[in-house]
């Protein structure tokens, strides 16, 4: 009885980590990268990719609270996208929650630029200080 059990178990967790195993693991950004450049993704005439060559030009759109598009004021990421597909690409709009939307909205996200480390860790600088932690003194005082 025990053995049965653990083997419909192990049956349940496989048809439900199927469709990751499938997938093949990729992450939401790399899908929507995949969409970004495929021209029939839409059903348009182009790829996102032939005017925003790898994403350029929407490193700060991700986080972004309202845009203006082709004249156009636009108060989500989603809208802006729905609107170049439809008139840059000539394709059909896709659903505000659909996968697709979603992970195209995860691609942009990802194109930000990374902020970098914050200074003051690795090696002190060389110069001519008394030392590195040792106490400066103060201007016009002494010395």
Known sequence: ?????ALI???????MAAPAIWAGGHLPEERGQKLFQDQNAFGGEMSCSACHPDGRGLEQAGGKT????MGQNLNTL???INLCIVNANKG????????AMQDLVAYIKSLAPKTPAAPGYGAP???TSP???A???APGYGR
Do not use: H, Q
């Open 78 to 80: 989603e809208e802006a």
């Open 125 to 127: 600088p060389r110069g």
């Open 92 to 99: 059909k709009a896709i659903a505000v929650d659909s996968a």
């Open 66 to 69: 309202g845009f203006r598009v």
């Open 135 to 137: 106490p400066r003194p």
């Open 1 to 5: 009885m025990g053995t049965s059990k």
């Open 9 to 15: 178990m192990t049956g349940l967790i496989l048809v």
């Open 131 to 133: 030392g590195y932690g």
